[in-house]
């Protein structure tokens, strides 16, 4: 059922005439005199992000590991062989070849009697039945929260979300790179990316550890409504 939306121009004119102004009136932006959002963590090195990050996972109920692209294999392996492997999820993403773990993934896990399902946009139903049953789901973040210990994830069509919520336990790849202070820096890069006009995706998760809630007398409960375990592998750059 499609809908129309009626009258829309005279009803913006009508309201724009009780303000005083034109209806195509564009509102310059404040400029507020003290920002604090952006005195966090502001000289920050990288290397000192990473530490406040590895602090906030304790609090997050997270595990963190530091890895390298030479040990990425290995230390992703190490994860899997800790979760108890059996199946594993992943998005279709050019990524895992350009970090060399194509190899460990197509060759070494089937061997090992890993099963390896990668998103399929040509199969909606299949990509769901396969994130239920999975055991562990592997995603990449776009940018990383270190005050948080929030991961940022894009969702497209070889980019699943079920990726990073159905299966029992989730590793999320971090590059070094990615890692900024807080909210504020993700808030202005996606806003910058619409004003440039770029195309982003209608869906954007900020995960923060494994599912918890508090909502019964402030008492944390892990695990209610997604991953009880989860994994972030920072990844050191080239």
Aim: net charge negative; hydrophobic share 35%; with cysteine.
């Amino acid at each position: 059922m499609t809908s129309m939306i009626q009258h829309r121009e005279s009803f913006l004119a009508n309201i724009a005439k009780q303000l005083g102004r034109s209806p195509n009136t564009e509102l310059p932006r404040p400029t507020w005199q003290y920002q604090p959002q952006d005195r966090v963590l502001k000289e920050a090195t990288q290397d000192e992000l990473v530490e406040v990050l590895i602090k906030q996972c304790a609090n997050i109920h997270t595990d963190i590991k530091i890895s390298s692209t030479s040990t990425l294999p290995q230390d992703l392996q190490a994860i899997v062989d800790h979760y108890g492997g059996q199946s594993v999820i992943t998005w279709k993403d050019e990524r895992w070849k350009d970090y060399g773990l194509s190899p460990l993934m197509t060759e070494q896990w089937p061997q090992a009697n890993i099963e390896l399902y990668e998103w399929n946009a040509q199969q909606p139903e299949e990509n769901i039945r396969q994130a239920e049953k999975a055991n562990i789901g592997i995603t990449i973040s776009e940018m990383t929260l270190a005050e948080s210990g929030t991961a940022v994830l894009f969702s497209s069509k070889n980019r699943g979300r079920s990726v990073s919520f159905l299966p029992e336990k989730s590793i999320i790849l971090i590059p070094k790179s990615t890692i900024v202070p807080r909210m504020t820096q993700a808030a202005r890069w996606i806003s910058e990316k619409i004003r440039r006009g770029d195309n982003i995706p209608s869906c954007i998760n900020f995960i923060t550890g494994p599912s918890n809630s508090a909502d019964i007398e402030m008492i944390l409960i892990v695990g209610v409504h997604g991953p009880i375990q989860a994994t972030y592998l920072v990844i050191e750059d080239r």
